[in-house]
């Protein structure tokens, strides 16, 4: 995956002038693009949207300033107001400014990722194959947030009266069992802010679904379940990045698209800590 990577940040820089496909890029590579823009995220802290983005303002502010016609550069960006948000956000002065005054410019420099030894402590996973099933339960949107609790998350949660945590727990009948919390229709560069449907239900494999409760049907597939206890949310947050940044580099599987699911299996009175199991969509690499 590093190598994928780095071959990437080489290919990018070649289309900083057009419109880039990825799986272009990435064809033949043997990884995907959903997986691979997960992977820059955990690893760069930033969407690789926003990577071409800020590399292709760095290049811009380099022409700008060699008196390259300023109309020419905001063609590439769709107008000069969109070139212009775009520039005063990476380097905190419009364009017009920069031209006179020669500055400021804040450069994003080509990222190079290298290995570095982690991994010491094994990671607790399992694969499992699962028929379609369905999900049900108490679905909103609510904003990606990658550390600490979710206040929109949880304020959705205590929404719901204690009798309908009791019923939902009754319709349940399937892996994962117990209740859930779903995330689904997340952008793929995980980007924090970026809205997510959060649904609070249990797994259904057979039975009537009240018409009430929101459903979300998922397909046949494989999943790989990652359990962790701890500090929660940290612990299961940690887990989280760590798949992104030893687990799936190490194994043969590929993140697929679909609901990641987490099941609180045991937990303290407070749910100041809990153990958890994070269900993953997987395919075979």
Not at 56 to 69: G, K, N, P, V, Y
Not at 120 to 132: G, L, N, W
């Amino acid at each position: 995956m590093i190598g994928i990577l780095n071959r990437l940040m080489e290919q990018i820089e070649h289309h900083l002038d057009a419109e880039i496909d990825f799986g272009q890029l990435l064809d033949g590579s043997g990884t995907t693009v959903y997986l691979v823009r997960r992977m820059f995220s955990s690893l760069a802290g930033m969407p690789l949207s926003e990577y071409v983005r800020r590399r292709r303002i760095t290049m811009a502010a380099a022409d700008l300033l060699e008196s390259q016609d300023l109309l020419g550069l905001a063609v590439r960006y769709g107008s000069a107001e969109a070139f212009g948000r775009a520039f005063r956000a990476v380097h905190g002065a419009g364009p017009g400014d920069v031209r006179r005054e020669g500055g400021p410019l804040r450069s994003q420099p080509i990222l190079r990722f290298s290995l570095t030894v982690e991994g010491s402590v094994p990671m607790d996973a399992r694969i499992v194959e699962r028929p379609e099933f369905k999900l049900v339960g108490h679905a909103a949107r609510v904003p990606l947030i990658h550390e600490g609790v979710n206040p929109q998350i949880q304020a959705h949660i205590t929404s719901l009266p204690l009798a309908e945590h009791a019923r939902l727990k009754e319709l349940g009948n399937t892996e994962p069992a117990g209740l859930l919390q779903v995330s689904a229709e997340v952008d793929a560069d995980y980007r924090e802010g970026s809205e997510l449907t959060y649904l609070h239900g249990v797994a259904m494999l057979d039975g009537p679904e009240p018409e009430d409760l929101d459903t979300i049907t998922v397909p046949a597939g494989t999943w790989a379940v990652f359990r962790t206890s701890g500090p929660y949310p940290a612990a299961l947050q940690k887990v989280w990045a760590s798949t992104a940044t030893q687990w799936f580099p190490s194994n043969p599987w590929l993140l697929r698209e679909g609901p990641s699911m987490v099941a609180v299996l045991e937990r303290s009175e407070d749910f100041s800590t809990a153990t958890c199991e994070l269900w993953l969509p997987v395919e075979r690499g």
